[in-house]
Structures are given as C-alpha cells and as structure tokens.
C-alpha cells in the first residue's frame, strides 16, 4: 500500500503571462551524453516506463530533455535537462521539452545519471534547483559505473528527505506505485550492473525488445508443444494400427471388439 507523500508548495507565481512555449524555446544544445553506458542506461529506463505506460492513460517519460520552470532560467539561457524524468496525470502526446507553465505540472520524478564530471553538481546544484525551484516531488541518482552511488529523496514539507533502501536494497517510488533496483546483466550487448524500473514485489519492467523475445519464446514453446501433441496423436495412430492388424492375421475383426 502507498504511503501518502506532503504536498509540494505551490509553484511560484510565473513574471509575465506572455512567456514563451516549447515551440519558441530551444530543445538542443548539442551536447552529447557521457558515454555509451550512460546513453544506454537513459534508455533502459525510458523504454521500460514506456512499455509500462502503455497500460495506462496518462503519463510521459522523457530524458536529455530540457525542462523550463522560470522566467530567470530563460534569461540567463540555463537549459540543461535531466537524463530521466517522469510525469503521470498527463497526456500522452509528443513534446520538444517540458515546459512548467504550459502543463501546469513539474516532473513527478527525476533520475540523475552521476559522472565524474557532473556527480558534485548533481548530488548539490541540481538538487537544490529539483527542490526548491521546481519541487520535484522524488529524485534520485545512480552511477552507471558505480552501483553503490545509488540514493533516493522525497520531498517533505518542501525538504527532502533521504529515502530507505528495504531489505532487498530497492528504492521505493510512491508517485509511480514502483521500485528501483540494480539488476546485473546484458542490455544492447553491454553487460553491467543496470538501474531497472521494477514492480513493488521485484519484478523487472521489460523493455520493448524483451517483451517481443518473450512473445517469440512463447510462441516457438506453443509450437513444440503442438508439434509434440501432433507426435503422440501420431504414434497412438500407429499402435492403433499395429494391433488391428495383428488382430485381422488372428481372424478377429478389430470392429467387433
């Protein structure tokens, strides 16, 4: 059962009522991710929400995106995104970048991918910026290359709070009803220590090429199944007949036992 979280202070009244949409505002800046993991980590995430979204009504997910929340951040041209976030009570359609004003909701959750080039402004700047600016209601942060750099925070009374790993070290997010585990395998041929969506009770979210393998696994399974059907049904054929005959050689019609 989900706890119930506090609820996040208002946003800040907005300066002007003419600001700019995301269609006036840039969506790029040319920069590109880390490295291989951490390009392929952003996906493993946003694959797997999405395939879990599709069952539901509302939501988005998007990642190296840009996300505008203030006036200032326009002015003083601030707009670096988050490798994760997720929204839900949202519609489901396509956007440039997030912008605050135009939904009328900050992200639900944001995950941050750590580097050695970013993990001290993400673990202070950006923390800060998700807390106090946009009131994010959950982020978090992983290192791809470090397991162990791994924590959760919810804001409380506009403050956040370090959330608990359980038994099983999962972090736990109540917005999305699920968890975060770290999940030692294979994903686009690059084995590693992987952050997965997971469900409340551990099962890993598939992404989209594993839900297709599952359905190719079953598929080939229902196959052989039938086809070992179709050979039982075969050889009991044989039996069948094997012993008419020897019946007939004995002069007894097999019709009239």
């Not at 946003?46 to 006036?71: C, P, T």
């Not at 997030?98 to 993400?122: G, R, Y």
């Not at 946009?134 to 942060?141: A, Q, T």
């Not at 470090?146 to 070290?169: C, M, R, V, W």
Request: net charge negative.
């Amino acid at each position: 059962m989900m706890n119930s979280l506090s609820l996040a202070p208002p946003l800040p009244v907005l300066e002007s009522l003419t600001l700019p949409g995301q269609d006036q505002l840039p969506c790029d800046d040319g920069e590109p991710m880390e490295t291989q993991r951490h390009k392929l980590q952003m996906d493993l995430l946003i694959e797997a929400l999405d395939s879990w979204l599709e069952g539901r009504e509302d939501g988005y997910v998007g990642g190296n995106m840009f996300i505008y929340f203030s006036q200032a951040q326009i002015k003083n041209q601030d707009f670096k995104g988050p490798d994760f976030f997720a929204v839900t009570g949202v519609s489901k359609k396509e956007r440039k970048s997030w912008v605050v004003w135009e939904e009328e909701k900050a992200p639900d959750v944001i995950i941050e991918l750590l580097s050695e080039s970013t993990a001290n402004q993400d673990k202070t700047v950006k923390k800060e910026i998700y807390q106090n600016k946009m009131r994010v209601s959950e982020y978090f942060w992983y290192d791809p290359f470090d397991s162990e750099d791994f924590a959760g925070f919810t804001l409380n009374n506009g403050i956040y709070q370090s959330l608990p790993f359980n038994e099983q070290g999962w972090l736990v997010s109540q917005c999305l009803g699920l968890t975060l585990v770290r999940w030692p395998g294979k994903y686009r041929g690059v084995e590693a220590i992987w952050l997965r969506w997971a469900t409340l009770d551990g099962e890993v979210l598939s992404t989209g090429q594993e839900l297709a393998q599952k359905a190719q696994q079953q598929a080939a399974l229902a196959q052989q199944q039938a086809a070992l059907a179709q050979e039982q049904v075969t050889l009991a054929q044989q039996r069948s007949d094997k012993l008419a005959t020897k019946l007939r050689e004995m002069g007894i019609n097999p019709d009239e036992i």
